[in-house]
């Protein structure tokens, strides 16, 4: 079993950054890819972001592009989503997650195996 802790979230406004934390504990694997979702009131889970488990290989939706950044470091079984420039529709719970068995990481969330019990993000205008 995994555990997932995620922290970080709270209110900004428009224009502000935070940074997200996903701390992993338990039966870790030896290699993990990790994602970051969101789902807002009323929609469906969206892919934010995703990363290997080497940190080589990332992906990113194309709202967040050239504001969000992921990475990792796997000696603190930690990952992190820094969040620049957040806009009002970036508000959400913010969730992580851990797939076993795809390197880069799937992307979908279905592909993930472990998840976090998420982190609000609010954005005010």
């Known amino acids: 079993q995994v555990q997932l802790v995620e922290s970080g979230g709270g209110l900004v406004q428009a224009g502000g950054s935070l940074r997200l934390s996903c701390a992993a504990s338990?039966?870790?694997?030896?290699?993990?890819?990790m994602g970051w979702f969101r789902q807002a009131p009323g929609k469906e889970r969206e892919t934010v972001a995703t990363i290997s488990w080497n940190g080589y290989t990332v992906y990113y939706t194309d709202s967040v592009k050239g504001r969000f950044t992921i990475s990792r470091d796997n000696a603190l079984n930690t990952g992190y989503l820094q969040m620049n420039s957040l806009k009002p529709e970036d508000t959400a719970v913010y969730y992580c997650a851990v797939d076993r068995f795809r390197a880069s990481g799937g992307r979908t969330s279905s592909d993930y195996d472990y998840w976090g019990q998420g982190t609000q993000v609010t954005v005010s205008s």
């Open positions: 338990g039966r870790t694997p030896r290699s993990y890819a």
